[in-house]
Structure formats: structure tokens, C-alpha cells
Nanobody, 115 residues
Framework: QVQLVESGGGLVQPGGSLRLSCAAS????????MGWYRQAPGKQRELVAT???????NYTDSAKGRFTISRANFQNTVFLQMNSLKPEDTAVYYC?????????WGKGTLVTVSS
């Protein structure tokens, strides 16, 4: 059984930064791909960034150059550093663990970008 707990969300002004964390329980983390997704009000959940078990990263166009995904296997944690935040980044951010055809999701952390 895997549990994912996101943290680090909050209210930030446009142009500001936040660092999200997602802590995973269990022993699957080190051999699993991880991803950050977000869901804005009234919209579908969308991919933000992924990182493989060996650290290969991918970003959507909206995240490239502003967001950085990383992982600390010794902490069973994946991070999302978000810089130059825009109002359109406002959403609930979720992390996802994928391994062996199984997906696990956290409950999300709210990021609000507003002046």
C-alpha cells in the first residue's frame, strides 16, 4: 500500500515561488516514476512534470523554464520547485506514483497565485 502526502501549497503573489513536496510511504518509491499534476477550478487534471526512477525529467510547455521536479530517494520524497508563478498556475497540485501498471495519487495541495 502506498500513501502520498503533498505539502507546500499556499497563497503567493504573481512572480513568487513555492516548493511543493510529496512524501511517499512504503518501499515502492525508489523504483517508481513520479509525476506532478494540477487541476484548476472547472478544468480537467493536467500533467505538469514527471521524473523517472533514475532522474530523467519531462515538463509540459507551461512548466518549462519555471518549474523544476526533483526527487530525494533517501527521503521517499519528490519536489516541485515553482518560480515566476502566474495567476493561471492556480490549481490543486497532485503527485502521482506509477509502477507496474499501478497508479497512486495524493489528495493534493492548493496553490493560489494572486495579488
Amino acid at each position: 500500500q502506498v500513501q502520498l502526502v503533498e505539502s507546500g501549497g499556499g497563497l503567493v503573489q504573481p512572480g513568487g515561488s513555492l516548493r511543493l513536496s510529496c512524501a511517499a510511504s512504503g518501499s515502492l518509491f525508489r523504483t517508481s516514476a513520479m509525476g506532478w499534476y494540477r487541476q484548476a477550478p472547472g478544468k480537467q487534471r493536467e500533467l505538469v512534470a514527471t521524473i523517472s526512477s533514475v532522474g530523467n525529467t519531462n515538463y509540459t510547455d507551461s512548466a518549462k523554464g519555471r518549474f523544476t521536479i526533483s526527487r530525494a530517494n533517501f527521503q521517499n520524497t519528490v519536489f516541485l520547485q515553482m518560480n515566476s508563478l502566474k495567476p493561471e498556475d492556480t490549481a490543486v497540485y497532485y503527485c502521482r506514483l506509477s509502477r507496474g501498471g499501478m497508479d497512486y495519487w495524493g489528495k493534493g495541495t492548493l496553490v493560489t497565485v494572486s495579488s
